[in-house]
């Protein structure tokens, strides 16, 4: 396979679109807007007086449960797929999982509230696995010098497409006239059913434009022929790999810093409407303070996906002029800045003004970590497994970084406390990234 096709770099970066629609409909907008509809009656939250755990609490140890299993299986998995060459069939796999699980949540309700929270846990398994054998295409597909820019393309089109998706859901799910008992789309508003069919929606999005992907991405580029037991020789190749990645000192360097980021980007990402839902205010229309509405909420996080576009290729700028690490360090520090602000903020209007902080570093942080990590992988057809060491540590990062947020509120029932805590891992993460090595020591050979 040659490398810089344009029509497998386009395929390519069609799975974001594809699977981006779970992020933004999924974890930001709809559904977590949905479920705290849904779990509280006059103010008083029902799961927790039910089962005696806050219903916020619950849904972000649900996460965690999705990427801590994620990352568990997913390195041997990734050991098989790089024995067998069949990296493709394992994207696929997870990519239907994840969809079929989308659309399961169509059936969310608190009568059943652990079948839903195992079906958003199974969600978070399919769109997280996917992106381990997804990831492991960028280094095969694209030259080195092209990975950032490639990468940010993949966000980009992933922001793009998931707002196309959420305009039509929020057609789906706004009223006309709060009078009216009918949407926009004049679907009737009875058990939440516009707001349902949205997460249908997602399911359908991401496994129809999915074959854009698996179309041309190609099968074994490598021509392996397994024998043997695939557990087994996939284990081999997970422990091969393993022994590789500890001979080198600048990407275990990386791996540790993009650990701790991570574990506060993925927070933010995933519970800042939950943040906002409870500390943000505004003044409402017969002149009263009232909790930020849900309108409100859409806004801030369409401010957030159209900026991160803008941020995917500002962070691409800023690696040609300060190195893939310097550009990185800089979307650290503005990290924390953003936390101290969103200590001290009450109002919708800076609210906005935070998220558009949010994206303008949220997309070039996700993307340059990704290009780095596949600049810095020595010479190697063994991707998958490597990427999957990389996914690990974002998942693992993912589970600490959710189940933190979801103690701190559990045990101080204050919001505010968390961004404390996240604000923590921007610091700690800056600092470890100015320890990482400006060139790659020399690698030990390894002799399997």
Excluded at 97 to 118: E, R
Excluded at 134 to 139: E, G, M, S, V
Excluded at 184 to 210: K, S
Aim: overall charge neutral; charged content about 15%.
């Amino acid at each position: 396979m040659v490398k810089g096709d344009p029509r497998i770099i386009r395929g390519w970066t069609m799975y974001d679109w594809a699977n981006s629609v779970y992020s933004l409909t999924i974890t930001s907008a709809i559904f977590p807007i949905f479920y705290a509809a849904i779990t509280e009656v006059d103010g008083a939250d029902i799961v927790q007086a039910r089962y005696g755990l806050p219903a916020q609490s619950l849904y972000s140890y649900a996460l965690s449960a999705g990427f801590l299993l994620v990352a568990i299986i997913s390195p041997i998995l990734s050991g098989i797929a790089d024995h067998t060459g069949q990296k493709k069939k394992f994207l696929k796999a997870f990519c239907y999982l994840g969809a079929v699980s989308c659309a399961a949540l169509f059936f969310f309700n608190v009568d059943q509230l652990w079948l839903g929270l195992g079906m958003v846990m199974m969600a978070c398994v399919g769109f997280s696995g996917s992106l381990i054998f997804y990831d492991a295409f960028l280094p095969e597909i694209a030259e080195p010098v092209d990975h950032d820019r490639i990468s940010a393309r993949g966000y980009t089109m992933g922001y793009i497409g998931s707002v196309f998706l959420l305009i039509v859901n929020l057609l789906m799910v706004m009223k006309a006239d709060p009078s009216d008992t009918h949407t926009l789309l004049g679907i009737p508003d009875t058990n939440g059913w516009p707001a349902r069919l949205t997460f249908v929606t997602v399911g359908i999005w991401w496994v129809v434009f999915a074959q854009f992907a698996f179309r041309v991405l190609p099968d074994n580029p490598y021509g392996r022929r397994p024998q043997g037991n695939l557990i087994a020789n996939g284990y081999k190749e997970l422990r091969k790999v393993w022994r590789e990645l500890q001979s080198t000192k600048r990407l275990n360097s990386f791996l540790m810093a993009f650990f701790v980021l991570n574990m506060g980007i993925q927070t933010v990402m995933y519970l800042a409407v939950t943040y906002a839902k409870e500390e943000i205010q505004q003044i409402g229309p017969d002149g009263k303070v009232e909790a930020i509405s849900d309108a409100s909420l859409i806004i801030s996080i369409l401010i957030i996906q159209l900026v991160a576009v803008v941020g995917a290729f500002l962070f691409v700028w800023l690696s040609k002029r300060f190195g893939n690490i310097g550009a990185l360090v800089i979307g650290a520090s503005v990290w924390i800045l953003l936390c101290v602000m969103a200590y001290t903020i009450h109002w919708a209007h800076e609210f906005y003004i935070l998220a558009a902080g949010v994206g303008l570093v949220m997309g070039g942080s996700q993307a340059l970590s990704r290009s780095t990590y596949s600049k810095f992988l020595p010479e190697t057809i063994d991707h998958a497994s490597y990427f999957s060491f990389y996914d690990v540590s974002f998942y693992l990062s993912t589970v600490l970084g959710t189940f933190a947020y979801g103690m701190v509120y559990q045990l101080t029932a204050d919001l505010r406390n968390t961004v404390i805590i996240i604000g923590s891992f921007f610091v700690v993460g800056l600092i470890l990234l100015l320890m990482v090595p400006s060139k790659e020591v020399e690698r030990i050979a390894v002799n399997e």
